[in-house]
């Protein structure tokens, strides 16, 4: 292609734009001026045709017909005459006595050769500059066109003067024309060229952004995430600008998270993978015994690689939006009854009490009920296994106290708590503030990032609070629908 370079298009294209323009305003002043022009020059002609008209009627006046009016046609240097003279010459003196200087000078201006045509009443062309030229229909022309010749309030004849006769232009008014045509064409070229300069310098500022940002694009394919991205002005590039570098900033920490990620999935599964492998080569080389002890060890082994296996395609079916919730009116406070129910044996185990509040008038919400049972036994199992030093958790349904309608839902403890650089998080995946905890009963570590997923998925929100030896409280809201 010829232009490859969108600053070369967006040149061209004012450049054409620009031409257009110019064009048009030719074509518009060539049309206006011209139609202008013979209307000043048709007007001109008319208002002279006026004023000589009272000079020829002078002459009438004077000669009592116009015999050798056309001895007022005589060119400067001519003889006196044109064709044959007449035998008396007029009084010139006594009639243009009395007349004013625009009178004198236009007398003057008639010994120019102009198209002057002077008929009598009955249409008999009496004196015309313009011999051999005269229109057949001259009367006629006189008649409907022309400015009258009078005396004492009578008409003796007709005056057609110009461009009343001929209403082609003369040569200085062609000239004339032309030299407007050619400074409106001047100044389209001057015009044109001076969008091309300054639009240049403003295209190559518009471009260089855009340039920039192709940079850093291809720059990061091929991996250089670290490729600068500069914000030049305020403007909707700038915007731009900073939105891609958002962007990339964004992609680095997805790309190092789930980089952590792998790391601690494939951390995660060694350690019972190895586990395994221990147990069972110590078996089959007689080091333990074959007992139902044993082989029970080894089924929780493989009991918590099926909970991380399946904590982690939930995950990723919820980062590849494959994640369905099967709505339907859902009793909250049914359900906190419910996990309660099912996990006080194992909360006795460790020393916990188990206390349920559900407040009567809690509204329904539209939920998936089988994962809101799974966040709130989430949140249960997390009490259970590290709120250190507590020994009571106790579980509520509210009404919420927002705007909008809903449930609240608390899990609190009364352990030691959360260290402040913790707390933030606890619902990040695979995050352990004890990485030392026992792994039989220190789940995958993705409980937490999967309820919060849960959660914000039913449109909710969850958040953490706790205080070094005052406990934790978890806060979950789902708004009634």
């Known amino acids: 292609m010829m232009f490859r370079k969108l600053s070369h298009k967006l040149i061209a294209l004012l450049t054409l ?6 064009g048009m305003t030719l074509l518009v002043v060539t049309i206006t001026t011209g139609s202008q022009f013979r209307h000043f020059v048709k007007e001109s002609d008319r208002r002279r045709a006026e004023e000589l008209s009272r000079v020829f009627a002078a002459y009438y006046q004077s000669e009592g017909s116009f015999n050798g ?26 009639m243009m006595r009395g007349m004013s200087a625009p009178m004198g000078q236009m007398m003057f201006r008639m010994a120019a050769p102009e198209p002057l045509l002077l008929t009598s009443t009955d249409g008999r062309v009496v004196a015309d500059t313009v011999p051999g030229r005269i229109p057949p229909d001259a009367g006629e022309l006189a008649r409907k066109y022309g400015v009258p010749v009078t005396v004492n309030g009578r008409g003796v004849g007709w005056l057609l003067l110009g461009s009343m006769i001929d209403s082609t232009f003369n040569p200085l008014q062609i000239q004339f024309l032309h030299s407007l045509r050619l400074a409106v064409v001047i100044s ?13 310098l403003f295209l190559a500022g518009l471009v260089r952004p855009l340039r920039d940002l192709t940079g850093a694009a291809e720059s990061i394919t091929r991996g250089q995430m670290d490729a600068p991205i500069p914000v030049r002005g305020r ?13 990339r900033d964004t992609l680095v920490e997805t790309q190092q998270s789930r980089r952590q990620m792998f790391r601690d999935i494939a951390h995660e599964l ?13 078996m089959l080389d007689g080091v333990y015994e074959i007992t139902p002890e044993s082989v029970r060890s080894l089924q929780e082994e493989i009991d918590i690689l099926g909970r991380l296996i399946s904590d982690v395609r939930l995950i990723s079916s919820m980062d590849n939006n494959d994640f369905q919730l099967v709505r339907e009116p859902t009793d909250v406070g049914a359900l906190l009854t419910r996990v309660g129910s099912a996990f006080r044996k194992s909360a006795l185990q460790a020393g916990i009490t188990i206390e349920t509040h559900v407040s009567p ?14 966040v709130i036994s989430n949140l249960v199992l997390n009490a259970i296994h590290h709120a250190a030093g507590a020994d009571t958790l106790v579980l509520s349904a509210l009404p919420s106290g927002h705007p909008e309608r809903g449930v609240h839902v608390t899990v609190s403890d009364n352990g030691r708590g959360i260290a402040a650089e913790d707390l933030p998080h606890i619902f990040d995946r695979l995050y352990r503030a004890d990485r030392s905890r ?32 005052e406990g934790t409280t978890i806060h979950v809201i789902l708004q009634a629908e």
């Open 270 to 282: 060694r350690t019972p993978v190895t586990l395994l492998h221990g147990e069972v080569e110590a």
């Open 69 to 94: 009016v056309d001895r007022l046609l005589v060119t400067p240097g001519g003889d006196g005459s044109r064709d044959a003279a007449p035998d008396r010459a007029p009084d010139m003196g006594g």
């Open 438 to 469: 026992n792994r039989k009963t220190g789940g995958s570590g993705l409980g937490l990032a999967i309820a919060r997923e849960i959660v914000e998925a039913h449109g909710g929100t969850i958040r953490a609070e706790s205080s070094p030896g």
């Open 188 to 200: 389209a070229v001057t015009a044109a060229l001076l969008a091309v300069l300054f639009g240049s």
């Open 361 to 374: 008038d809690r509204p329904p919400v539209t939920a998936d009920r089988e994962r809101l049972i799974q």
């Open 235 to 247: 403007d909707e590039l700038a915007a731009l600008a900073l939105s891609f570098r958002t962007m």
């Open 17 to 22: 734009i620009v031409l257009a323009g110019s």
